[in-house]
């Protein structure tokens, strides 16, 4: 290579990392679907997690849990709560070793996922200090409480900020996506115990990047929003919002300053969404939502989240997951809220449907262990030995395989896969209003044997998408061929 093409590389490079360096982290994503905006009446969640270092993910089914009373949850940092006599059955994709990346969907159909937000509230010694961070604060936690214990959005919305309300949030802020077949929250924390939630409308379309997205407050407005009493005497009093001079906005109060220019991401998403061509930078702050060019689907939502046009590509190879969960109150919750997740990144994989109703996962998707242990602290903050270690026997791996092997020429080989999987998602949104047909024959009939056989549906989609993956990789990188003597 010429040296003077060496030194453009060099110089295009470390101008690309300071650019990242000022913009807002690029660490997870969502896409928020009102019924009235959906093509079959449902409420849509996309999500993207993203995460750096190594990783792995495992899914899990848990089924509901009885408690002795007296029983108590464990904090992440010390506290302890009352534990419910019962708490509810749950799917959990599980990101072990971290505190603030696994997504839920519970019996009931509430569905909670979150991204980071950075808020400039204090750190967390001096809210500690001040009391308002009490036994550690709360976070790893929250959202496996709202999958436990709420029954709809709303409660989850309402016990999130009863619980930061209680012992103080110990991360700097996140808002997190709280939904049900009816409706869908977006729950904004800050470091403390400040929060604000805003339900998205039916008929509009919400996209979530690491931003605060949540304005002006109508806090008369009880339907739509709901916050901690002192949200706005609180920024008043730091300074952050003047009463005498401007309307509450919640982003321009509590976020950090340098965050509150536009975001390309939430950019793209609304202009995807609403099926416009905007000019980029907007001479305007970004709606909370806008209204769809046409009702979105599954694929459209899944379409959202695996964009990068406009966006550095690489950060989209920092992605492990991404979901997409379609809530729908038309049938029993145990066929009508689907879980649809890739195994690894959005680009390399498929999405596959998982039912609320199915009774457990295949060992592909995770090690099989007692729930009791799965579920403590312990095991998800230091999980066994070889955790991380590659193993393609799992789902994981061997779409990580792919990944890493896509990724040494990503231009070239890319497309194939793509087609792929395209057509694998297409063959299964097909097979979709079938398979929900007969699963609602048996339901009426015998519900077990409405599970057992959404059950084993999605293990064998699964299955296939597995063994797609391994003929990808071969396709690849054929194995190399012994030599015979």
Known sequence: MPAARRVWIVVLVWSLLLSWASAPLLACYAVVVGRAASADGSVLVGHNEENGGRRVLHFHKIPRRQHPPGARV???????LDEAPETWAFLWSENPGLAYSDGYLNEWGVAIASDGCRSREDGYDALVARGEIRDGGIGYMLRRLVAQ???????????????????????????YVVADPREAWLVAVVRGRRWVAQRVPDDKVAILPNVYIIGEVDLDDTANFCASPDLVSYAAARGWFDPERERFSFRKAYQKPERLAPDRRQFRGQEMASGGTWTWPPAEALPFAVTAHKKLAVADVAAILRNREGIVPLFGRATQEAAVFQLRDRLPAEIGCIYWRTA????????????VGITSTPEAYGPPVEPGTLLSLEHHFHPPAGTFDSDLRLAWWKFKALADLVDKDYEARIGPVRTAWAAFEARCLEKQESAE???????????????AMLTRYCSDLAAEACGAADRLREAIAPPAKSRIH
């Not at 464990?74 to 302890?80: E, M, R, S, T």
């Not at 690894?344 to 039912?355: G, K």
């Not at 047909?437 to 519900?447: D, G, K, N, T």
């Open 74 to 80: 464990d904090l992440q940092f010390g506290g302890q």
């Open 149 to 175: 214990r709420a029954k709809t959005a709303r409660e989850g919305m309402e016990l999130i900020g009863q619980l930061v309300e209680c012992f103080g949030y110990a991360d700097s802020g996140r808002t």
């Open 344 to 355: 690894c990144r959005p680009d390399i994989s498929p999405l596959t449907p998982w039912y």
């Open 437 to 451: 047909a007969e699963a609602l024959r048996r339901w009426q009939q015998a519900p077990d044997a409405a599970r």
